[in-house]
């Protein structure tokens, strides 16, 4: 985060991380029927659906101010989904710039009758902060 | 949880308290268009929708074993839930008896431009561990 | 129904069991691949919404004013309802108190390719009937 | 129903009646933001999904065998079925042939908090009873 | 198009058949589980809907106004549609009245692991263009 | 498409042209209200779902075999979507490899009430063609 430390001083960087930990958003599911593509796994569409929610929502909690998606980052699929798998959908914040805000989540399947767990899916989003007319405006005050 | 310390010896307790608190299970949302009533708020078969498929990751997660829903207690609509606002559904295990398991649900409401956070439903679902036949089984081996 | 005996004259209790028979209400569906849980069985959460949708119109229809979900009461998910299956979900007005009202909601299953059918879900539903800002108003004027 | 006399005895003739008595098949929804099109009207389509799925029920409920759509008659959106509004959808046995089965289906429009009630769509839907291998055979035996 | 040909001069005529040309709207589609009945193919009142919602679209590129579904002619469902097979629902302008459009679609299978094409669903949906008050207005200026 | 010339002759290549032609997938929408965001714009998950669907389908026409999603390349929100437009989202292939085809996906949104078309979002999408053990396989036999 030495972007950080070179723009802000001390005071508001430990807001910042305290911030960046807060806004930290997690969801849970289970891969359901009406979710699987015709490969009986999770439709790669519904992944990604997932992970833009969650990192709307991250970016909404760690600036509490409207923010649209601008574009996202290279997305691997690194593991197919299989039907029936718990998942857990995980946003952070990444990087702090003075408009740009970039998340970074990832996409974990579990068995469900094992603990077993691994990263299926990871990408970056990125966001700006805008106001009623959709104008951008800074990320933080 | 004085029944737990009746019918399990401390190590296995242990266990129990370690897998609690690893199968405790979160899921955030944001309340977008299709999921309102005709009042502008939460539609409550959709809370109640998320709150089940919550306890039953939290079940799942806890005994890793196939569960069935077999009640919910009363479930209170504290607060009526406005559209736009991220809501954050909790899912605890409450109680371990031999074959139910008690899982405790909350929704929590938070404002998208501020952090103000309050509670807004709560209700408990309750679960049994079945084999392939359904047979209900031990929760616990 | 002796709350209500105490509480209004003969006349406008029998337009009251009148409005209670008008206000029944009953929806019919096939058990879909959308709709189903990894257990190839009905997901408990759709068959909660569908009972809270049942029950909401059932209330609107008795008061005929704005009503918001308040609480249920225990749900008890007799038997699971297997992927194909017709289902009838029925609301009914089970008790008229002065500012709360009662919805009692079954869902029936219903095999396609014989007329069996057998009760696999019963429960209550609270309402309140509310203002245009959400306060309580009487049920009945 | 000249048709029926003519193909069965008295006493069938009787079952029929009460078959088609039995079959009638009721829906009751109420429009939500995610029904509606860009008129906040409900969406066409979602009219006559809904009005498959009752006739098919309908349909299925009369024969007790697996049943097919083969085509729908002409259908007319008589009034257009405003967003909040309570709806019902009411599907009843309109003819038996040998091999082909003509389900009406109505769509009743009710204001939620008045009882003013009208038709706002009709139409028929066609079926014919299959076997496993989706060839057709007779309605009834 | 005879009827056009009496009602309009040759240089509208022309525009029309332009019109005609760029409003022809298609939909490609897969199969998915959340989208099949209980007999593993295509449920019929999905088919229904993306053909409305191809019609609606065909008829609003066309006269660029706001239009609602008035009826729709017989819809025959030739043959069943399988899961997991590819289908196109293609919608065109079949006759342009003063008051009426009539809009012609089609759903065509493709099998995913050949190039097999057949049609599956036809029929034609009608259309009035509609003021702010919904009442008729011509189609064409 | 130098690659190409490079790994395969005059005759295969030209094949490959026109299998390119043929894969194009187009998929025409209306942005209704179930699918916007609480900024009444288009969800952009929904927009990445869609891309994902009309990938996926031009990716399985080009090669007619089990294809899965393996990544995404940076994927740009141009301008947003707003409620109530009609966008067309196209899918075309833009490279052939061996074992990796890259397709290129736009959305194009269009005013409802004028011709007006913008380009809105725009990326590429990678696609394996897998055996049934979701083995990687070659592209092109």
């Known amino acids: 985060m030495q972007i950080i430390l070179l723009i802000f001083d001390k005071k508001i960087e430990m807001n910042i991380e305290e911030q960046i930990k807060k806004s930290e958003t997690r969801q849970v ?11 009986n796994t999770l439709f790669g569409g ?38 029936g798998t718990i998942v857990e959908i995980i946003g952070k914040v990444a990087k702090v710039g003075a408009v740009k805000l970039e998340i970074n989540v990832q996409i974990f399947t579990e068995e469900k009758y094992s603990s077993l767990r691994e990263k299926a899916v990871e990408g970056n989003f990125y966001f700006a902060a805008v106001d009623d007319n959709n104008q951008p405006i800074k990320l933080l005050d």
């Not at 599911?29 to 490969?39: R, T």
């Open 46 to 83: 519904i992944a990604l659906q997932w992970m833009d929610e969650v990192a709307y929502i991250t970016a909404t909690r760690f600036c509490r101010k409207k923010v649209v998606t601008t574009s996202t980052g290279k997305i691997n699929f690194k593991n197919s989904i299989p039907y």
């Open 29 to 39: 599911k289970v891969v359901f029927k009406n979710l699987i593509n015709d490969h």
